[in-house]
């Protein structure tokens, strides 16, 4: 499985941005993709993830606000992020879990005035 994630950049506080993740590869048996989120000097977090029944959960800080959707015929996973605050930045990872978890490289999105 491989995972490239874009979309990232710089936006003002309450904007909005939306990332994809492409996929490839063997990707019969994921159990579940999503986004996950790293801040400096902190631990990497969910922020959502929707499984192969199209259930979505998302972290309590973006409940509302983001949203994880799939168009498996662009192979691709995308995050939608509105009302953005200063602490949603971070670098994004896509991932894929299917017995191991995959793991994109990761995008960068700052949120500042």
């Known amino acids: 499985v491989q995972l490239v994630e874009s979309g990232g950049g710089w936006v003002q506080p309450g904007g909005s941005l939306r990332l994809s993740c492409v996929f490839s590869g063997r990707m019969f048996g994921v159990k579940e993709m999503g986004w996950y989120r790293q801040a400096p000097g902190k631990q990497r977090d969910l922020a959502a993830a929707?499984?192969?029944?199209?259930?979505?959960r998302y972290g309590d800080s973006v409940k509302g606000r983001f949203t994880i959707s799939r168009d498996n015929a662009k192979n691709t996973l995308y995050l939608q992020m509105n009302s953005l605050k200063p602490e949603d930045t971070a670098v994004y990872y896509c991932?894929?879990?299917?017995?191991?978890?995959?793991w994109g490289k990761g995008t960068l999105v700052t949120v500042s005035s």
């Open positions: 991932n894929a879990i299917r017995g191991t978890t995959f």
């Open positions: 929707i499984n192969f029944e199209n259930t979505t």
